[in-house]
């Protein structure tokens, strides 16, 4: 009889893995099947970071990337087509477990250019450009959760299409948030589109609420030890609070009566970043039914080889949650304000990584020309 894996007890729980990575080398090599079948994979997430990071290892995209730079494309074509093709393959490869899950996961995602963030109408195109060229059914469309980003994550859903909404720092914007998903499964109700083929999860940001929490407590002379790196988990768990009050309102059960699904929290930034915690702690401390984890591979395999699956790390925790966001609040860290800060400051790092994205592409690009 062949023991249980530490991922197997994680889906056991109903946590879905799926892997913050993806590059034309992983899929070559077949990493991804064996994370599928080893690890307990069941979707994909990028972003523009990734993506910089994947074209820098300009050999695996060498034979695609030289008849683009003979027909003359230009540095943003050449990012789509490279981009689109490595997550048109991911989606073929994870399309058995869409199938198996009836659409929940086997989800690859792919994100909007950041550069569009603050405009609605814009981000709107892009997804809808981004769905139409991949075309399969289990990809999603990323689209940040900014001001500007709610009313295109609404339209987008009202057209039929499945987003993943990403860069949720506080629990204000993320009830607005599922306020746009239920919008916009109204909407394409209203249209005569099929609500059980469009799928949405919420990407809430955990490890950076830390980072910044603790690098303010740590600057103060009086801040409780007890306090540090507490804010990240207490944030993330009265987010589930709001997922679990959301969906059992009138207004989701007449969707959901209708073939609709629950939009899952997602938890993002998974990764722990303090060298002193636990490098599985915003996974094994977030063990709730009806989340996904999107892990990068280092945080999969510690989870994998140490992490401690205890069962439903999330029920009944609210009540110390709030007590430790109180406490930092009369310490004068001010929710609103930190929040804020860190969505700003997602969407700077975004926009660093596609001009070093750019960068990349434009010197191989020249390269090949001269090739």
């Known amino acids: 009889m062949t023991s249980t894996s530490r991922t197997e007890q994680l889906s056991g729980e109903q946590v879905s893995i799926w892997l913050d990575d993806l590059s034309r080398e992983r899929l070559e090599s077949g990493s991804l099947e064996r994370l599928i079948a080893e690890r307990n994979v069941v979707g994909v997430t990028t972003n523009p970071t990734i993506f910089a990071k994947a074209l820098s290892n300009g050999a695996a995209y060498e034979a695609q990337l030289a008849p683009l730079a003979k027909a003359g494309a230009s540095v943003e074509d050449v990012i789509t087509e490279l981009t689109c093709e490595d997550v048109q393959r991911a989606c073929d490869i994870m399309l058995p477990i869409y199938e ?3 659409g929940v996961d086997g989800r690859v995602s792919i994100e909007v250019s950041p550069t ?4 609605t109408q814009a981000t709107v195109d ?4 981004l769905w139409d060229k991949i075309d399969r059914p289990n990809l999603m469309v990323k689209i940040p959760a900014t001001r500007e980003g709610l009313p295109a994550i609404t339209e987008a859903l009202a057209r039929g299409l499945s987003v993943n909404v990403t860069l949720i720092f506080s629990l204000g914007r993320y009830r607005d948030v599922i306020n746009a998903y239920l919008l916009g499964l109204e909407h394409a109700q209203q249209a005569g589109h099929d609500l059980s083929t469009i799928v949405s999860v919420a990407s809430f940001f955990v490890s950076r609420v830390d980072v910044e929490v ?9 801040a409780p030890a007890e306090l540090r790196s507490r804010a990240a988990l207490a944030n993330a ?4 609070q709001v997922f679990e009050e959301s969906f ?5 059960q007449q969707l959901l009566a209708a073939g609709a699904k629950v939009q899952r929290p997602l938890w993002a930034s998974t990764g722990v970043k303090d060298p002193n915690l636990p490098d599985t702690l915003y996974v094994t401390e977030l063990v709730a039914p009806n989340t996904v984890n999107t892990m990068p591979e280092a945080t999969l395999e510690a989870v994998f080889d140490h992490g401690e699956i205890t069962g439903n790390t999330v029920a009944g925790t609210y009540h110390e949650a709030n007590t430790v966001l109180d406490a930092l609040a009369e310490l004068g860290i001010d929710y609103t ?3 804020d800060q860190l969505e700003r400051e997602g969407v700077d790092k975004f926009l660093v990584s596609w001009e070093e994205l750019r960068g990349t592409v434009t010197e191989q690009l020249a390269a090949a020309k001269e090739a």
């Open 100 to 102: 198996r899950s009836g």
């Open 116 to 119: 569009l963030s603050a405009d």
């Open 126 to 129: 892009e997804a809808q450009k």
């Open 214 to 222: 603790d690098k303010r407590l740590d600057a103060m002379s009086d």
């Open 237 to 240: 768990r009265l987010a589930y």
């Open 248 to 252: 059992a309102s009138e207004r989701a």
């Open 337 to 339: 304000e930190l929040t």
